[in-house]
Nanobody
Framework: QVRLVESGGGLVQAGASLRLSCAASGRSFSINTMGWYRQAPGKQRELVATITSSGRTNYADSVEGRSTISRDNAKNTVYLQMNSLRPEDTAVYYC???????????????WGQGTQVTVSS
């Protein structure tokens, strides 16, 4: 029922910016925390940034100061603005959403399919 659709990835040069978007489609749920995670080749998936329903944010040290996570609750969409991109930012970026279904009051975690971000030197 719930689908997370990511967009905004691509191939850019170092120093460029990207804005990733993730929209959660579906009905009858509330999204608690949304976030972005990334996985580079040969590495574990790691947190990039999260944002709660009230707007509280959390960033990985590697991106803090040059990235901004935001959300539009009316659109069930989370954004990640990444500036001053570095080659080490190259990874598949996954959208994540923790949500609660209204009818059952049960919590679920969903992941997007991932969007590739490649930063060339």
């Amino acid at each position: 029922q719930v689908r997370l659709v990511e967009s905004g990835g691509g191939l850019v040069q170092a120093g460029a910016s990207l804005r990733l978007s993730c929209a959660a489609s579906g009905r009858s749920f509330s999204i608690n925390t949304m976030g972005w995670y990334r996985q580079a080749p040969g590495k574990q998936r790691e947190l990039v940034a999260t944002i709660t329903s009230s707007g509280r944010t959390n960033y990985a040290d590697s991106v803090e100061g040059r990235s901004t996570i935001s959300r539009d609750n009316a659109k069930n969409t989370v954004y990640l603005q990444m500036n001053s991109l570095r080659p080490e930012d190259t990874a598949v970026y996954y959208c994540n959403a923790d949500l609660t279904y209204w009818s059952s009051n049960t919590k679920y975690t969903y992941w997007g399919q991932g969007t590739q971000v490649t930063v060339s030197s």
